[in-house]
């Protein structure tokens, strides 16, 4: 990616509030490693599509995988698609209804999703999601076998034509509503990790990476 004010294509220039664009790498990388999920807008003969699906970063790249006969994984090697990703952090309540706003951070990845189509990088790309979802993790769980990775596709899609906007701050009344009688400011949310909860048949103690979940 560009540096802070330069989009770095045409269909990824910020338009609506513009002030919110960020373009940085930084920026960027920060969004998706916050995420489990994305959704990916593609089109088909059938329509338009917007499927949610588990994503991780390695570097300048954005990775999913699916089963080999996933309808969107096919497709994605034929045109270009749209990834999407959004963390909603407050309600902000203004004095009228008109400027009532959210506080989110938001990116825009566009371009054409590639196979990983090495055997040892789609491996390593496999255990690297593992251990985004929980560090630790893919050393203590059965490794994938040959046939689970033979029905395995994993694709990556580059992160340099991407639009990120974020908003934080209080509400941004009119002059003229300043004086309107209604509470005003922001509304927050965040992330919550709860404590882990084992499965009925798991008679093991639940190792350091398990117990730190909640802290993390």
């Known amino acids: 990616m560009n540096d802070h004010t330069e989009a770095p294509s045409a269909r990824t220039r910020v338009r609506r509030v513009a002030t919110n664009a960020h373009y940085d790498a930084a920026t960027l990388n920060a969004i998706i490693d916050a995420a489990y999920l994305c959704h990916i807008a593609f089109t088909d003969s059938t329509g338009a599509h917007c ?14 995988h699916g089963s080999n006969g996933s309808r969107m994984l096919k497709r994605l090697q034929e045109s270009d698609a749209c990834v999407t990703i959004t963390h909603v952090d407050g309600l902000v309540m203004a004095r009228s209804a008109f400027s009532h706003s959210m506080n989110y951070r938001s990116a825009m990845i566009y371009g054409r999703f590639e196979v990983v189509a090495d055997e040892a990088a789609r491996r390593k790309a496999m255990e690297d999601f593992m251990e985004q979802l929980l560090p630790g993790r893919q050393a203590e769980v059965r490794p994938g076998s040959d046939k689970e990775y033979a029905a395995t596709t994993v694709m990556r899609i580059a992160l340099d034509e991407a639009a990120c906007k974020v908003r934080s701050g209080g509400p941004k009344d009119d002059e003229e509503d300043l004086s309107w009688p209604a509470w005003a400011g922001v509304l927050p949310f965040a992330q919550t990790r709860l404590a882990p909860v084992a499965d009925a048949a798991c008679a093991i103690e639940a190792p350091a990476h398990v117990t730190g979940w909640q802290n993390g």
Do not use: H
Request: proline letters at 7%; hydrophobic letters at 45%.
């Open 51 to 64: 499927i949610p699906t588990a994503c991780w970063r390695d570097g300048a790249y954005l990775y999913i």
